[in-house]
C-alpha cells in the first residue's frame, strides 16, 4: 500500500501554469546551482535588452512598473506555487529575486559596470539578509518570499546611488 493510498501522504494537485511560469520566471528557478543568481541574471539581462527601446526620461518608470509588475502578480503566484510543493520557500521560486534585482537597478545608467555592480550588490544583500530583510521573511506564504527580497533590493539600490552619487565606479 502507498504512502498516499494509507492516507499519510496528502494529494496536492500541481501550481496552475501562470503561476508556475511566473514564480520560476518563465523556468530560470529550475536552473541550477543557485536559482536565485539565475533568476537576478535573467533580470539583469532582461533589463539590458528591454532598456534600448525605452525613451530615456521614462527608463526609471518603465523598470518601477516592471518591479510593481514582479511584486504584484509574484506574490499571489509565490503563493500558490509554495502551496503545491508544501514547502515554506521553494528555491525555484525565483520572481523575488526578479523583482528585487529591478528595485536594485532603478536610477543606474544602463552600463556594464553599473549592471555588474547591481546584480553582485542585490545577491549580496539578499544571501546576507539584514535586519529586517531576514524578519521579512516570515511573513505568509507568497508575501514572506517575495518582500524579503523587495527589501533586500532596496538595501543595494540605496547603496548603488552613493557609490554613484560619490563616484565611486568609472563610468
Known sequence: MTELA???VTAVSPAPLWATLTATFFGAGRLRPGPGTWGSAAAVLIWAAV???VPTQAD????????LLAIVIGIPAATRFARASQL???QSVVIDEVAGQWITLLFAPVLWKTLLLGFI???AFDILKPPPVRQLERLPEG?????????AGLYALLVMQLVLH???LSL
Open 60 to 67: 526609471w518608470i518603465v523598470l518601477a512598473g516592471l518591479a
Open 6 to 8: 494509507a492516507g499519510r
Open 166 to 168: 560619490f563616484r565611486l
Open 143 to 151: 508575501t514572506g518570499i517575495v518582500i524579503d527580497d523587495v527589501a
Open 88 to 90: 515554506k520557500d521553494p
Open 121 to 123: 550588490l542585490f545577491r
Open 51 to 53: 532598456w534600448r527601446w
